[in-house]
């Protein structure tokens, strides 16, 4: 079935560092969504993408779908410590799919 | 974005017995979806639920197993029969909003034991 990979796993990194995470998969994708999980709650969607090489920001996170349609990357600029959880991409075929869910990225930031 | 609730929040329960989560959003929806997420591990879809008709069950989720109401266009429940501890997990209610992107109640942790 449609499986989704993220890198790194994991990533212990300084305050301050930027930060940088990918999702890939075998088929293609219409929409990208970046997800970010707080222990104890629910996922909080980040950013959202539905356009092959479309570049959005918000506050310090930029994301991007890529031009194959195959990845999307997450960048996290100037870490703080509330940067801390876990990244999730998910990704949607076409609108009648159901959404899927990459394993994530588990960001952990050294004050 | 629409607001959800669950409950409950967490529970511990003994293998053998049910639980049945509840999910009440603030605003009517058409599909609302019920996510299980096992410790350490993704999110996993379980089923989509319609008003007025039977849940949609993915591939490897059963209806006898994860039983789903659906009342009305602002409330569902997903109840988890005859527990066991392989049924740990954090189950999630989500509602699915414009252009796709899904909003996550906080999430039901069970523990069984």
């Known amino acids: 079935g449609q499986q989704l990979n993220q890198s790194p796993q994991s990533m212990f990194i300084q305050e301050g560092e930027d930060v940088s995470m990918n999702c890939t998969s075998s088929?293609?994708?219409?929409?990208w969504l970046w997800y970010k999980q707080d222990p104890g709650e629910g996922p909080v969607l980040l950013i959202a993408?539905?356009?092959?090489?479309e570049l959005t920001s918000n506050g310090r996170l930029t994301a991007q779908f890529g031009i194959t349609r195959k990845d999307s990357f997450l960048n996290i600029s100037a870490s703080i410590p509330s940067d801390v959880g876990i990244y999730f991409c998910?990704?949607?075929?076409?609108?009648?799919?159901?959404?899927?869910f990459g394993p994530g990225t588990s960001l952990s930031v050294i004050p | 974005s629409a607001v959800i609730s669950q409950k409950p929040s967490r529970d511990i329960c003994q293998r053998g017995t049910s639980l049945t989560i509840q999910c009440q959003v603030d605003?009517?929806?058409?599909?609302m979806f019920w996510y299980r997420q096992q410790p350490g591990q993704s999110l996993t879809l379980i089923a989509t639920?319609?008003?007025?008709?039977?849940?949609?069950?993915e591939s490897g989720f059963v209806i006898d197993k994860f039983p789903i109401s659906r009342p009305n266009l602002t409330f569902s429940t997903l109840t988890v029969s005859n527990m066991s501890p392989e049924d740990s997990s954090i189950y999630l209610c989500?509602?699915?909003?414009?252009?796709?992107?899904?909003?996550f109640g906080a999430g039901s942790r069970l523990t069984v034991l």
């Open positions: 088929s293609i994708f219409n929409t």
């Open positions: 605003s009517q929806v058409t599909m």
């Open positions: 993408l539905y356009k092959a090489g």
């Open positions: 639920a319609n008003q007025g008709s039977e849940a949609t069950y």
């Open positions: 998910a990704g949607q075929r076409t609108s009648y799919d159901k959404v899927i």
């Open positions: 989500s509602v699915a909003g414009d252009k796709s992107v899904l909003t």
